[in-house]
């Protein structure tokens, strides 16, 4: 049976370790027959993410801080020559300084607000902008969200607006990119320890509320989000766009 992304080419951005939720995609599109290029943020994170490139046998291994225009650039330039085309890519990150994501969002500062809004949201503007060139022949984009975006989660604090402006984000790119055949959705997977979870307040106790209120009375893993996020970027989803994916255990019906 021919796997279902033979012959594609994908960009996987956000793998820390092998808790994220990045890396539960990126198994998921090489196990199912894509070629995967991988960065990772800086010096300090390449002995962790450079094990799993070579695991997935990534082609292509860059370092890549999304407020480092040079190196947005570099990879999209290195995608470019390399591979001449892109047909998914997977944006996956997110950060807001500790001290804006510890108080009330009434208090966060402007800076810690426009630091948080660069890299967890614009940063994605930014790949579409450079990746619709690659994606001649249509493509995927998605990039990775929370229910604290839409509904007020305790403890998620800045971090609520921003993904609502990243969901909101994604409903303009896909109706903007959709004429060229290119789809852009959001997964929201329900909570999973990851190390960017592990700087939420009282993480343990939503995953615990979660699983209680969820009806399937469980919480997903980064193979659960893996699963999806590889439907989404095969022709299978072809009539799928501007779409919220829920991996949550149906906990976003709860009221
Ligand atoms: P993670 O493993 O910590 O991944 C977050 C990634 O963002 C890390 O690789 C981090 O790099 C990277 N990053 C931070 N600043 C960056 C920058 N300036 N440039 C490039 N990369 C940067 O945590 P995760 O939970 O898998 O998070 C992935 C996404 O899923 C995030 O958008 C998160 O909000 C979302 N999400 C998570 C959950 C959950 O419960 N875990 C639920 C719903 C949605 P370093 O770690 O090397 O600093």
Redesign the pocket.
Known sequence: MTERLEGKKGLV?????E??????CAKAFQAEGAKVAI????D??KP??QPLAEQVKAPIFLP?????ETQMEAVFNTIKTQWGELDFLL?????APKEDLYGRVTDCSRDGFLTAM???CY?FIKMARLAEPLMKKGGCMV??????GEQVIEHYGV?GPV?AA?EGAVKYLAYELGASGIRVNT??????????????AG?DS??AEARHKAPCHDVPT?DD?GAMAAFLVSDQARHITGNISYI?CGYHIMG
């Open positions: 951005v956000g793998i820390a370790n808790h994220s939720i990045a890396w539960g960065t990772y943020l800086n300090k994170a962790h993410v890549l801080d999304v407020q480092n944006h996956s990150i997110a950060f660069d890299i967890s940063s990039t990775t969200s929370y229910y604290g971090m993904k990243l997964l929201s997977p329900g909570p999973i320890l990851t190390r960017a979870a592990g700087g939420i993480f939503l995953i980064i989000v949550d």
